[in-house]
């Protein structure tokens, strides 16, 4: 078989299979937080923290138990990492230095999963899996209830309840991320992937040098940090790792997972908000972004210029010769389109328009489809944008879902957009400014701005993954990322829940013939011209000096 | 709910009237408006336009930089941005110019007159600027009325021509629905003692000329809204420019200052910033160009957004009164015979039913209308509400009757006539259409006899059912508002192609529908005159009152029609939508022109350092100094060219939202995204002839 031929069904099976769980999930997680009843699990769990699960919050109760639930798990990560040598298992690795456990703290409980450090070289088991996986959960658990508290806001009318951040936020691990977790890591075990707590093995290699070969529970770890998107990969080499991801099948699989939450949310915003169409109409929006932006990926890839890449095919520096360059566009444009991060080849690798891509994903806020519960609720958020510009061309003051659009519901919207290219900018042009922080560069010219860029676009969006090439683990790209991923997570998940409560209190508008449709091709085209746009003006300056600025030499 | 009363002003105007579109814009009003567009340089003015305010410290920035490093370039950049900023005062001063135009003609209503105040019955002269709230002044016939009051005594003749453009005088009288005069209107017959209601500075006119003058003017809901948009747009693009600077110096080209405040001039939406508030105001002005008066702009936004319409069935719907459409002969009787017949009882029925029995004889059957005097010795019967019927007793004894049935066949049956049973079917058959009976009998030769059936219908005005299509298709409601019953208030409901109809409305039930829609989420706009209509006026998203109405009819609508014509809430209603669709277009126009700036700006800028980068120069500009000042030049150029489509609003058509979404994003969006490319263009093969410069 062609590679081409090869990549196109690898699409072709990925899509099925979305298409197939599409339903069945996205109506089962509509389920999950709209029943009335508890588990008996949950039940006792509410007893031991002293949550009443019949509590309805206010917005602002919804938000703090969501921050401070937040701001908890941070300091607890940071102690385990901090004290890790004092914990079993420890595989006798150091309490990680306060920037780098600073960093790692953040970067996973803010759901994006930036690894300064190596997790084979710095990390032991119980760290890895009472640390690390646990916030995998957790986070994805978390931006999930946030969405769901939007969605609320939706469809709630005249009251200023969301419902219960704790309820949300248990049912979410309980109820979708164990079960699915489960069933997959014993897909994944079977595939090859390894599980196991036995000390490193001593291997010799064929030209006869020792190597020791670490294993451990890599498979648990592993369906988590996909289906949450989460990308923090128990190897520093990720998903390229053989242990994690060894063959084209596993690759796949590890792409589904990854999709299939954020996809499968747009069914249940539709079935929510009791019109399926405005879910499918989200979805369509995300598959529109995701589908061009896997077509220029692919292409930049496989027709590359250069005269080795033309020589061999394509340009397959940094790509797993397992995954073929398909296999890997594939993996790299669906983790940077959610908020995952977790790679399967080496994004600095990429040419200079394969790597732009990667980072415009990111760089949209991401979107398409985005994290578990953050790529809905942005993509709403965006929606809502979107309505306001093309509303008024109809002649009406903007609603969406029958909701006015007015002064407070904007400025919410309007410092949501603002957010993240504040952290991601100010970030980068520091980085850019001195000679220190530039020294932790490895190309130069446009490719060493783009790896700054990349690493800021990947923590002000939660995304994770890295333009290798850059050392990150200094005191200042630790703590600025720290921060970028502080802000990016939590001043959005702010200005969303307090996007909810104002809509929630509304009384809705009823649908007319003069109401803008907000489920039709036209507004799905608007909605993701807008994505574009408000991306495209504020990082297109910043992408000409790197990325394009690559791709035109 | 309109009782309407014999002699009152009825503006019948026709139905298609013209559609919302242009109103006039002449360039001369560009030179003329300069002198104000220079005076709101001021920056405690500027900063109410956050957007336009930040281009006018960039060009106080760049001035100070050409100063200091003068070039030919930073010249014509400085001169540039400083005319973006005036530009965009030019968009506000003509758009307040041509209220101004309008406020000085009423202010020509607002002089001093003197008034003949009355205290404890005794007469005395003032001022009309001393007159308080509660005084009584009397007016008489050639006198001005020197302030807003009602009618206490009395009923004149009075030109409202100064405030209405309206030269038939009106009819005001005490008591009744038709009792507000306006302050500076002329009493032309008779003799009115006027209480007072307004105080000196706050009467119609004042409040009339602060509107139009826009002096009154607060940003309206969806603007405020807007300009936070367009505000924090302005914030990131602002953080766009001053990080590209460090990446500039990463990339080994630092830019000056003069580059980084002209990007950023050119990516900030300033087209939309510039127009915004001529917008509104231009909005306010076409209402005031249709006569009708917004007491705020929050109102003309509501309009927009309404979702129902009630409207009042006569006048609004119907002519005002009962027309005969129709004569229904009993069997033996021939039609000629019965129009006759129907004339003769109708010739001294004054009525407007009455008069439309002669027309509709004259016109169908032929028949010349009969003046009383050629008939001697006849006697009149007139109509009265003991005996409900009219008629004539001729010279020869024929006599002719019409009138309810009861009454008619009663009279029949007095005379010795038996009733044919069929007419009850006639006359049931006309009442079930939502027609009235009137039975036509003789009584010749002793005998009287039933003749048959004259049907008066209310007629619905031509062209109604076409705009309550047009207003289905806009999802706009039609809800008809009657005091007849809901058998014929349902027939003409049908035939007017309304969605709904509220029968035998009161006030309360008005008030309570109001309310009612209102509790689902709708915006309700209606009309009213009366006293009564006050609370449901107040009540209603868009309350029009009618100019003809009482004062607390006035007070409690948010908007005085001064033509008196209920059909113009539908012109209202488009007028609002045309306002949004306008700031919308504009907006989006404003930014999709950003992606032709980057592609005209970014090359230039980094051309040095990355030569490969002129591969996004796809207009082939130039030189970089060329393309930037293109760009900014453009950006200037664009407001002043969309200063008429400001003004007269973007073009709107009765479409569904998604028709209209539609062809709006094709024409703004895509256009927006073409017209500067070539625009930006054409300016640099001009710019390129500069030397320094190309």
Known sequence: MSATAAGLLQIALLLVLLAVVFKPLGD??????????????????????????????????????????????????????????????????????????FNTATSFVANTNWQSYAGESTLGYTAQMAGLTVQNFLSAAAGLAVAIALIRGLTRHRTDRLGNFWVDLTRGVVRILLP??????????????????????????????????????????????????????????????????????????????????????????????????????????????????????????????????????????????????????????????????????????????????????????????????????????????????????????????????????????ALYILAMPFALLIGAAIAASFDDTRASLLGDGPQGLSEILYAFASGANNNGSAFAGLTANTDYYNTALGLAMLIGRFTTIVLVLALAGALARQQPTPVTAGTLPTHRPLFVGLHSVTVIIVAGLTFFPALALGPIAVALA | MTILEPGRKQTVTSVQAPRVGAGLFDARQLVSSLPDALRKLDPRRMITSPVMFVVEIGAVFTTVLAITDSSTFSWWITAWLWITVVFANLAEAVAEGRGRAQAATLRATKQETPARRLTDGLEEVVSSSDLRLGDLVVVEAGEVIPGDGDVVEGVASVDESAITGESAPVIRESGGDRSAVTGGTKVLSDRIVVKITARPGESFVDRMIAMVEGAARQKTPNEIALNILLASLTIIFLLAVVTLQPFAGYSGQLQSMIVLVALLVCLIPTTIGALLSAIGIAGMDRLVQRNVLAMSGRAVEAAGDVNVLLLDKTGTITFGNRQAVELLPVAGVEEPALADAAQLASLADQTPEGRSVVVLAKQRYGLRER??????????????????????DLADGHQVRKGAAGSVLGWVRDHGGRPDIAVDDVVDGVAAAGGTPLVVAELRDGEARILGVIHLADVVKSGMRERFDELRAMGIRTVMVTGDNPVTAKAIAEQAGVDDFLAEAKPEDKMALIKREQAGGRLVAMTGDGTNDAPALAQADVGVA??????????????????????????????????????????????????????????????????????????????????????????????????????????????????????????????????????????????????GIG
């Open chain 1, 180 to 413: 699915i977790a489960f069933l997959f890591a014993l897909v994944l075990v079977a595939g090859g992937v390894v599980q196991n707590f036995t000390a490193p093995y001593e291997v010799t290699t064929l030209g006869g040098a020792v190597q020791s070969v670490l294993g451990g529970p890599v498979a648990s770890q592993e369906v988590i940090k996909l289906l949450g998107t989460n990308g923090g990969g128990f190897f520093n080499v990720n998903s390229a790792h053989p242990f994690e991801n060894p063959n084209a099948l596993t690759n796949l699989l590890e792409i589904f997972l990854l999709l299939v939450i954020p996809v499968s949310l747009a069914r249940t915003y539709g079935v929510m908000v009791k019109d399926k169409r405005q879910g499918y109409a989200v979805l369509a929006a995300m598959a529109v972004l995701w589908g061009a932006a896997l077509v220029a990926v692919t292409a930049a890839e496989v027709n590359h210029p250069g005269t080795v890449p033309q020589a061999v095919g394509a340009a397959t520096e940094g790509k797993e010769v397992r995954f073929d360059v398909w296999g890997s566009a594939l993996f790299a444009n669906s983790t940077t389109g959610t908020s995952t991060g977790a790679v399967n080849s080496m994004h600095a690798s990429y040419t200079g328009a394969g790597g732009g891509v990667v980072m415009l994903n990111m760089m949209l806020g991401e979107v398409s489809p985005g994290g578990v519960g953050s790529g809905l609720y942005g993509m709403v958020v965006l929606a809502i944008l979107a309505v306001f510009l093309a509303g008024l061309m109809v002649g009406r003051t903007p609603e969406y879902l029958g909701k006015k659009i007015g002064r407070y519901e904007i400025s919410l919207v």
């Open chain 2, 371 to 392: 003046h009383t005097g050629e008939l001697p010795g006849a006697t009149f019967v007139e109509f009265t509400a003991q005996t409900r019927m009219s008629g004539v």
């Open chain 1, 28 to 101: 089962y997680m509509a389920r999950v937080f709209t029943s009335t009843r508890h588990l008996a699990a949950e039940r006792a769990f509410y007893r031991i923290v002293r949550v009443d699960p019949e509590a309805d919050q206010r917005w602002s109760t919804y938000l703090l138990s969501a921050l401070g639930f937040s701001a908890m798990s941070v300091l607890l990560l940071y102690a385990v990492l901090r004290l890790q040598d004092l914990l079993p298992l420890s595989l006798g690795f150091d309490g990680m230095p306060p920037a780098l456990a």
């Open chain 2, 546 to 691: 009618m100019n003809t109405g009482t004062s607390a009819a006035k007070e409690a609508g948010n908007m005085v029609d001064l033509d008196s014509d209920p059909t113009k809430l539908i012109e209202i209603v488009e007028i609002g939508k045309q306002l949004l669709i306008t700031r919308g277009a504009l907006t989006t126009f404003s930014i999709a022109n950003d992606i032709a700036k980057y592609f005209a700006i970014i090359p230039a800028m980094f051309a040095v350092v990355y030569p490969q980068l002129d591969a996004l120069n796809i207009m082939r500009l130039a030189t970089p100094q060329s393309a930037i000042l293109s760009a900014v030049i453009f950006n200037a150029l664009i407001i002043v060219a969309l200063i008429p489509l400001a003004l007269r609003g973007v073009r709107y058509r009765p479409l569904s939202a998604a028709a209209m979404l539609q062809r709006n994003a094709l024409v703004y969006g895509l256009g927006g995204i073409v017209v500067p490319f070539i625009g930006i263009k054409l300016v640099d093969l001009l710019v390129s002839a500069i030397p």
